[in-house]
């Protein structure tokens, strides 16, 4: 300590002791170390909890609703991935449906490569046809929905008729295109 505290204490000791602490706060000082000690000795009891019917029932409702949730999006995602038999509604229009689906594909592929020529024509051409393979599309899709399968089925069949058709007539316009073409550059050249 420094001097100066050593000597203030020194000349003032009198002072000092002359106050005095009440004679019952060692008494309450005492009394709250034991009741600290009782404290520490008892183990501490854990409070059980408890839920309200409610809490509960809340709980119950929404493990119920995930739950209706992810089987309805698994029940979805099995229909998808089936697809329709077509066969098994009616063999014979399964049959057809397949026919014209194969007919389509090749009348495409050769609009493709005879009208190389002229993309612009080709552009409008296949954006006709977009238009009704995107019916045939929704019709495919409302197949398995449908309660008059047969019916779709045959609206689909009549789809690719109809494509089938425009085809072959875009076909014999590209074809009549390029034979006018031929001719009017052999008429050029024998000028």
Do not use: C
Request: charged share 25%; glycine share 4%.
């Amino acid at each position: 300590m420094s001097k100066r505290f050593e000597d203030f204490m020194h000349d003032n000791n009198e002072e000092f002791n002359e106050i005095e602490p009440s004679a019952d706060l060692w008494g309450k000082i005492e009394a709250q170390l034991n009741f600290l000690d009782q404290e520490q000795e008892q183990p501490k009891k854990r409070e059980a909890k408890t839920f309200s019917l409610g809490f509960v029932l809340k709980v119950a409702a929404s493990v119920i609703i995930v739950m209706g949730v992810g089987f309805g999006i698994y029940i979805q995602s099995q229909k998808g991935a089936k697809g329709v038999d077509l066969a098994a509604i009616n063999p014979e229009y399964a049959q057809q449906q397949m026919r014209y689906a194969s007919l389509v594909e090749t009348k495409l592929t050769e609009l493709k490569s005879a009208s190389k020529n002229d993309p612009q024509l080709y552009k409008e051409f296949s954006a006709e046809i977009a238009k009704m393979d995107s019916t045939y599309k929704k019709l495919n899709s409302d197949l398995a929905t449908s309660p008059n399968q047969e019916r779709v089925l045959r609206a689909m069949i009549r789809n690719l008729q109809i494509q089938t058709e425009v085809l072959t007539q875009q076909l014999n316009v590209i074809e009549q295109f390029n034979q006018m073409k031929k001719e009017q550059n052999n008429e050029t050249k024998n000028i």
